[in-house]
């Protein structure tokens, strides 16, 4: 066996620890790999699932409770700020909104399935009102079904992965490198992509002294709010005249749009 085999088999539980953290934290570091490399372990008499799944909620449970009270207590301010540091701004929000709206307060149990979206939840789940205690439930019932899900696949498939990771392990230092680049290109594409739905956003905005300019003269103008409900709840104010309708119902709504010239857009 190698060092760096045998290195990951030293620090299972600390890797595995760290993983969960940094991807529950809200950074870019996806901890499925961990979770499966700790159920193959398992499969091969190198660790336990049971412990495995402690140290999963010891790691989720600590940041998911602080992005809860940030969100109880800062709304949506919270959610916004997490979109800024988002690699997907357009959609690490407007998406865990409308799994909140179609399953409710069991959205948390597969909010951890989605990357970015598990951490997005909390705080939107502390905006919504849910009791602390069933908010600690659902989390620890979403992170055991989470995390016992791919260790249970990693488990089930124990010899496919170990043979994998003898081969990984001949490359050495190189695995590290491939490892560092892959996702360093992950992080540079999804950057690109951000820079680019934000340029696009600087083109089409109009700031706020202007948009007041044209609703005080005779320009005809429309101001649409594209806030979900849980938005609109959270905050219950609007641009005065504004036309409330969600974005996901223009397209189905868009008879009801005014026939004007200018037609302003906002979501937050």
């Not at 940030?70 to 959609?91: A, H, Q, T």
């Not at 948390?108 to 602390?132: C, E, N």
């Not at 791919?150 to 992965?161: E, I, N, Q, V």
Request: hydrophobic share 50%.
């Amino acid at each position: 066996m190698s060092d760096v085999a045998q290195g990951l088999i030293q620090y299972r539980y600390v890797l595995l620890f760290l993983f969960v953290l940094a991807e529950q934290i809200g950074l870019p570091i996806p901890a499925v790999p961990a979770l499966l490399s700790m159920g193959a372990l398992a499969g091969t008499g190198h660790g336990s699932i049971a412990l495995a799944l402690g140290v999963a909620i010891a790691a989720s449970l600590p940041p998911d409770i602080v992005w809860y009270e940030l969100g109880r207590r800062r709304g949506n301010r919270v959610l916004v700020l997490l979109c800024r540091f988002s690699l997907e701004p357009d959609s690490c929000v407007r998406r865990t909104e409308n799994l909140f709206l179609e399953r409710g307060r069991k959205a948390l149990l597969i909010a951890k399935f989605f990357p970015g979206l598990s951490t997005v939840a909390p705080p939107l789940a502390g905006m919504v009102g849910i009791p602390r205690a069933q908010f600690l439930a659902l989390d620890i019932g979403a992170t055991i079904l989470w995390a016992g899900t791919w260790m249970g696949l990693g488990y089930l498939f124990s010899d496919a992965l170990e043979m994998v990771a003898a081969r990984a392990a001949r490359l050495g230092h190189w695995l590290g490198l491939i490892a560092a680049a892959a996702i360093g290109g992950y992080i540079l594409l999804k950057y690109v992509q951000r820079q680019r739905f934000f340029r696009s956003l600087r083109i089409a905005r109009i700031p706020p002294d202007e948009l007041l300019r044209l609703l005080e003269g005779s320009e005809p103008v429309a101001v649409i709010d594209t806030r979900t409900v849980l938005d609109v709840e959270a905050e219950p104010y609007a641009i005065p005249g504004a036309i409330w309708i969600p974005a996901e119902e223009i397209q189905r709504r868009a008879v009801e749009l005014p026939r004007r010239p200018e037609l302003v857009l906002y979501c937050s």
